[in-house]
């Protein structure tokens, strides 16, 4: 069963044990003495994750670690067992790809991104906005990597990059995309991360008419129209296939992968106020998620 033992508390990690002695579960929450689940805090996303984790069962030694400040702390743990890292952003294992621990030859490691990949998210676009290829971003310098793998991901999309300075000084990039694009799209970088940032973009589309498109439910609720998102429960049922696929690899060679599937958000106030009629979450769910 699992148990929860406070470890790390610089970082407030909480490390969940799973061993057959703890009671503070029922049984039906059982778990194999192999896995261990690092949390280092308490977010509802991550937690949620750590639930649906309980009903692993798995006898060989494996570590998931939850989030980027879990994932630094396991890198840097003594053992050679294989490590997952876990909802991490693409920019999160952009800062952790110079860890020589990641790159140990004993030890195995895996990446599982909280984010679908950019293919998914234009996928939504189009079929939001079917015949409309004029996509606008703001984006920071550090957010190279998203742009990189959105323009691999655009053929046959005309995108409007415009860099700003800061999260806090979108201003004037702003300007330049609105006047060029059919719709906006907010990357999961540090203008995603930060809530003003993500409302300046909210308010540039809104007084241009244009729907803006995200990553996540809370650009969505915010007023964004929709986004592709991965659940909790779809990262937890992901990272027990990816586990799988560790124990079979080999130490040296990290094996990253996006998340998938992809569930859709749809803000219906948002797309009736811009004269939108849009299928129902299930078909576009199901029309992201189709083969390509």
């Known amino acids: 069963m699992t148990l929860l033992l406070p470890c ?25 003495a192999g896995l261990t689940v690092l949390l280092a805090d308490d977010s509802a996303p991550h937690a949620e994750f750590a639930r649906h984790m ?6 060989a030694p494996i570590t998931v670690a939850v989030g980027m400040a879990a994932a630094r702390a396991a890198i840097d743990r003594p053992g ?28 195995r490691v895996g990446v599982l991104l909280r984010d679908p990949a950019m293919a998914d998210q234009l996928a939504l676009i189009d079929a939001v906005l079917p015949q409309k290829r ?25 995108l409007k990059v415009q860099y700003a300075p800061s999260p806090t000084a979108l201003a004037a990039a702003l300007r330049l995309v609105v006047a060029r694009s059919d719709a906006l799209m907010v990357l999961p970088d540090r ?24 990553t996540s439910d809370g650009l969505v609720r915010s007023g964004g129209l929709a986004a592709a998102v991965s659940t909790p429960t779809q990262l937890a049922a992901q990272a027990r ?20 599937p992809a569930t859709v958000r749809v803000n219906t106030t948002v797309a009736r106020g811009l004269g939108l009629r849009l299928p129902d979450e299930r078909e576009l769910t199901e029309r992201v998620t189709a083969p390509r």
Request: charged content about 20%.
């Open 8 to 32: 790390l508390r610089a970082l407030r990690m909480a490390l969940w044990c799973l061993v057959p002695a703890c009671t503070a579960l029922s049984a039906s929450h059982a778990m194999a």
């Open 54 to 59: 309980r009903d692993t069962v798995d006898d």
């Open 80 to 107: 050679a067992e294989p490590l997952l890292l876990a909802m991490l952003t693409q920019l999160d294992y952009e800062r952790l790809r110079g860890d020589p621990g990641l790159l140990r030859a004993d030890r």
């Open 134 to 158: 004029r996509l606008g971003v703001v984006a920071t310098a550090e957010s190279g990597p998203l742009v990189r793998e959105l323009e691999r991901a655009a053929a046959g999309w005309d």
């Open 191 to 214: 203008i995603g991360d930060s809530q003003a940032a993500t409302l300046a973009v909210l308010h540039a589309g809104a007084g241009a008419t244009l729907p803006v498109f995200g």
């Open 241 to 260: 296939a990816f586990m799988q696929k560790l124990k079979r690899g080999t130490g040296g060679v990290v094996l990253v992968e996006a998340a998938t």
